[in-house]
């Protein structure tokens, strides 16, 4: 059974911390991990990763894919208030059967940047 | 980016009636179409795969006759919550893939269900 797990779950911080947040993720016929930030309604995207071991970066936040051990982190610097939210991530796969893709999201990690 | 569209943003309504929700792609054609399910503090829950002009995939769990998928169009896709009952109260959120951007999923901006 395809699992995808983050962790914390949880984390409260001080604004101007630094924060990582894990992915693990086994995920048969995998084809990419995204990242997504939710505050109140719709998640927004932050990132795709596809690659092993090229990290994407997005002014303070950052990301990187290890193929081999099957996770991803996602880096925030310089913690800010608005960086409160959900943090979730997301497996792409092929799904076995059908043939189609579909999505596999995470536990998501709550994030709460105290000023 | 593109643009899904989800309606109503929120709806009320009372235990034995059937809700109708509405998903649409913007500006691209989206052959499929995600509904997920999310609880209180948790994370998103895939339901079901729409796929146009086929019928939806459900995921293990999902009942297919009391969530109704169907995607007539390469734009729209609805999720039919039939015979409501209070446990079936949650947010509801659809996601589309827009062929010509890999790998991105776009998401609708939810509508959360209340039965009474």
């Known amino acids: 059974e395809d699992k995808v797990v983050q962790s914390p779950l949880s984390l409260v911080v001080h604004e101007g911390d630094t924060v990582t947040l894990n992915c693990s993720y086994e995920v048969t016929n995998f084809r990419s991990l995204l990242w997504y930030k939710q505050e109140k309604k719709a998640p927004t995207f932050l990132f795709m990763l596809t690659s092993s071991g090229i990290e994407k970066k997005s002014g303070r936040l950052s990301s990187i894919l290890d193929k081999k051990e099957l996770f991803s982190i996602l880096n925030i610097t310089a913690t800010q208030t608005g960086d409160s939210a959900i943090y979730l991530c997301a497996v792409g796969k092929r799904a076995t059967t059908s043939g189609t893709y579909k999505y596999i999201f995470g536990t998501g990690t709550r994030l709460k940047v105290l000023a | 980016g593109a643009v899904v569209s989800q309606h109503p943003s929120w709806v009320i309504c009372k235990s034995g009636t059937s809700v109708k929700i509405e998903c649409r792609s913007l500006?691209?054609?989206?052959?499929?179409m995600f509904w997920y399910r999310q609880f209180p503090k948790q994370s998103l829950m895939l339901m079901a795969t729409s796929n146009e002009g086929s019928k939806a995939t459900y995921e293990q769990g999902v009942e297919k006759d009391k969530f109704l998928i169907n995607h007539a169009s390469l734009t729209l896709s609805t999720l039919t919550v039939t015979s409501a009952h209070p446990e079936d109260s949650s947010f509801y959120i659809c996601?589309?893939?827009?062929?010509?951007?890999?790998?991105?999923?776009?998401f609708g901006e939810g509508s959360r269900l209340t039965v009474l």
């Open positions: 996601s589309a893939r827009d062929p010509l951007v890999v790998g991105e999923l776009f």
């Open positions: 500006d691209f054609q989206a052959t499929t």
